[in-house]
């Protein structure tokens, strides 16, 4: 199984259903785990050896993946800020209710360049 499918599912009734377009595949299940084995027997009734990862969906979820979304960013934001006025690591997590450990992945994050930025050629401008 070297391939990885997800899938997004849904509420209707009292299960989860599962749409796979590309192979031609329905899953359903009353748990995500039920969901997800009926998803890969699925596809391996159409030749189709896969990892399924599923991704439930509801407006509900929408709105918590959004808000988390939000906040990340809000404390990448404030994290950075508070380093910049020279607080300590105890005292930027104290602050944003965040461990420690988190804050240095957050600083260090934002000291590392990123990847795929190449080198400004001044004679191009």
Same mark, same amino acid.
């Given at each position: 199984?070297?391939?990885?499918?997800?899938?997004?599912?849904?509420?209707?009734? *009292?299960?989860?259903?599962? =749409?796979?377009?590309?192979?031609?595949?329905?899953? =359903?299940?009353?748990?995500?785990?039920?969901? *997800?084995?009926?998803?890969?027997?699925?596809?391996?009734?159409?030749?189709?050896?896969?990892?399924?990862?599923?991704?439930?969906?509801?407006?509900?979820?929408?709105?918590?993946?959004?808000?988390?979304?939000?906040?990340?960013?809000?404390?990448?934001?404030?994290?950075?800020?508070?380093?910049?006025? *020279?607080?300590?690591?105890?005292?930027?997590?104290?602050?944003?209710?965040?461990?420690?450990?988190?804050?240095?992945?957050?600083?260090?994050?934002?000291?590392?360049?990123?990847?795929?930025?190449?080198?400004?050629?001044?004679?191009?401008?």
């Amino acid at each position: 199984m070297s391939e990885t499918i997800e899938c997004r599912a849904s509420r209707c009734g *009292r299960a989860w259903v599962v =749409h796979v377009p590309e192979h031609g595949v329905y899953g =359903h299940g009353r748990t995500l785990k039920a969901v *997800r084995v009926n998803t890969q027997e699925g596809l391996a009734l159409v030749g189709v050896t896969a990892e399924v990862t599923i991704v439930p969906v509801t407006p509900e979820l929408e709105n918590l993946r959004a808000a988390e979304d939000a906040h990340t960013t809000a404390l990448r934001e404030a994290v950075a800020a508070l380093a910049l006025r *020279r607080a300590t690591l105890s005292d930027i997590a104290l602050a944003t209710g965040t461990q420690k450990k988190r804050v240095k992945l957050l600083l260090a994050e934002r000291s590392t360049p990123p990847a795929d930025l190449s080198p400004v050629n001044d004679s191009d401008h």
